[in-house]
């Protein structure tokens, strides 16, 4: 992974807005892939600090737990914070792998509720990120991945505010974190 730790916010904003002449769908869906991988890779670097003694529930701080739920209709499920996140993993490489959602084939239209489903994942990617602030940002200064981090999330932060894809009440647990991400003051 290269980290960014010479680019700036705005640089960091410039590299997720839709270039001209791309189809947005495409543009979003190739994005979201990187992200997703993004995110495996920097919560995969402190992984083994993460357990059931640790993280015995997903949270990301004392207001938020998350519960874990595959479809709408499931029962809610609460796990530990890997277990959680191993989940949420799993379950966006099914989506992205899906050709119905992700459609491989140049011109194969994309769902008409493929922006819903970005949103989806977004948001709980998002949550992925909220966790590794909360509880281990110490490991990744220790491991030196902090700016690894920290260039990721901003990359991931300015491309949901560019379209729109994780509401601002969502955003809370980390309020600080993506300010200071979008003013370019998360430092290592
Ligand atoms: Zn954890």
Not at 72 to 94: F, H, M, N, P
Not at 130 to 152: G, I, M, P, R, V
Request: some cysteine.
């Amino acid at each position: 992974m290269r980290g960014g730790n010479a680019r700036s916010s705005q640089q960091i904003h410039d590299l997720v807005k839709l270039p001209l002449g791309t189809d947005k769908n495409e543009w979003m869906a190739k994005l979201v892939c990187e992200l997703t991988d993004e995110v495996e890779k920097l919560y995969g670097t402190v992984t083994e600090y993460c357990t059931t003694e640790s993280c015995p529930v997903m949270t990301a701080g004392p207001g938020w737990k998350y519960l874990w739920r595959e479809k709408d209709d499931d029962e809610t499920e609460q796990l530990c914070a890997r277990g959680y996140i191993s989940r949420v993993l799993e379950w966006a490489k099914r989506i992205l792998d899906s050709e119905e959602i992700f459609p491989n084939e140049i011109g194969r239209p994309f769902p008409d509720d493929f922006e819903d489903k970005v949103k989806k994942l977004m948001s709980r990617l998002f949550r992925i990120y909220a966790h590794c602030y909360w509880y281990h940002q110490e490991h990744f200064k220790a491991l030196n991945t902090l700016e690894h981090l920290n260039f990721f999330f901003t990359r991931f932060i300015w491309f949901a505010r560019e379209f729109d894809l994780i509401g601002p009440a969502e955003l809370d647990p980390i309020k600080n974190i993506v300010d200071k991400a979008i003013r370019g003051d998360l430092r290592a």
